[in-house]
Nanobody
Framework: QVQLVESGGGLVQAGGSLRLSCAASGSAFSRYDMNWYRQAPGKQRDLVAGITRSGSTNYVDSVKGRFTISRDNAKNTVYLQMNGLKPEDTAVYYC?????????????WGQGTQVTVSS
């Protein structure tokens, strides 16, 4: 079982920056692929960025060049550095941990943190 706790959300003006953190419990953090999703009101939850257990990263096109995902396995924490924020980035941001093993796996979610970008 993994528990994920996000922090770092808040209200920021357009063009500003925020850094989200997601702290994970347990000793197997380095085995998990970690992702950040976001969900705006009335919309589905979408993948924003991901980082594999080997450190490979991927981003949705709308945040490329502005957001950076990183992880610190010693601290059991994944980060999302968000620069150049836009009003359309306003959403609840969720941390997600995925463990892939032959024949199955595990999938965990945090409770979310609100990011609001004012114009």
């Amino acid at each position: 079982q993994v528990q994920l706790v996000e922090s770092g959300g808040g209200l920021v003006q357009a063009g500003g920056s925020l850094r989200l953190s997601c702290a994970a419990s347990g000793s197997a953090f380095s085995r998990y692929d970690m992702n950040w999703y976001r969900q705006a009101p009335g919309k589905q939850r979408d993948l924003v960025a991901g980082i594999t257990r080997s450190g490979s990263t991927n981003y949705v096109d709308s945040v490329k060049g502005r957001f950076t995902i990183s992880r610190d396995n010693a601290k059991n924490t994944v980060y999302l550095q968000m620069n150049g924020l836009k009003p359309e980035d306003t959403a609840v941001y969720y941390c997600n941990a995925v463990l892939r093993v032959p024949g199955g796996g595990s999938n965990y979610w945090g409770q979310g943190t609100q990011v609001t970008v004012s114009s």
